[in-house]
């Protein structure tokens, strides 16, 4: 391939880039990964546990996390956008069986226990550390 078509590919690549990331997609965006001083937090309860740490576009929830086998029914009305959220991860394939099946970042700590506990809830109070200090303490 001659230097010049490479370029031409390259700079196309990363338009799509952009523009599927102004769309709200994160498809060619690899998640988040911890680092050797990362400070895991978990979320437990309603029958969903996870593990995930605070990453530099909100907080990403660690493969293998399980979330809850219920919703509240205020949910789908008071957290509408987090039902969906729910409900768009297990249809996108990334929560098979009520378990993450890879790593995602979600725009916020509240998004994320959201999914995995079934109800609304304050991620800054529900992440916690093993010896359970709570985000905002951090």
Request: proline share 3%; with cysteine.
């Given at each position: 391939?001659?230097?010049?078509q490479?370029?031409?590919?390259?700079?196309?690549?990363?338009?799509v880039k952009?523009?599927?990331?102004?769309?709200?997609?994160?498809?060619?965006?690899p998640?988040?990964?911890?680092?050797?001083?990362?400070?895991?937090?978990?979320?437990?309860g309603?029958?969903?546990?996870?593990?995930?740490?605070?990453?530099?576009e909100?907080?990403?929830?660690?493969?293998?996390s399980?979330?809850?086998?219920?919703?509240?029914?205020?949910?789908?009305?008071?957290?509408?956008?987090?039902?969906?959220?729910?409900n768009?991860?297990e249809?996108?394939?990334?929560?098979?069986?009520?378990?993450?099946?890879?790593?995602?970042?979600?725009s916020?700590?509240?998004?994320?226990?959201?999914?995995?506990?079934g109800?609304?809830?304050?991620?800054?109070?529900?992440?916690?550390?093993?010896d359970?200090?709570?985000?905002?303490?951090?």
């Amino acid at each position: 391939m001659k230097e010049s078509q490479t370029a031409v590919m390259e700079e196309f690549i990363e338009n799509v880039k952009v523009l599927i990331s102004i769309l709200g997609y994160k498809a060619l965006v690899p998640a988040p990964q911890a680092t050797d001083d990362t400070i895991y937090l978990y979320c437990k309860g309603s029958g969903g546990s996870a593990k995930g740490f605070v990453s530099s576009e909100g907080f990403t929830v660690l493969k293998d996390s399980v979330i809850s086998d219920h919703i509240v029914p205020s949910l789908e009305t008071r957290g509408k956008t987090y039902f969906n959220l729910r409900n768009k991860l297990e249809t996108d394939g990334t929560i098979v069986d009520r378990t993450f099946i890879k790593n995602y970042e979600f725009s916020a700590p509240s998004a994320a226990s959201a999914v995995v506990l079934g109800h609304t809830s304050n991620g800054n109070i529900d992440w916690k550390t093993k010896d359970g200090t709570k985000l905002k303490d951090l």
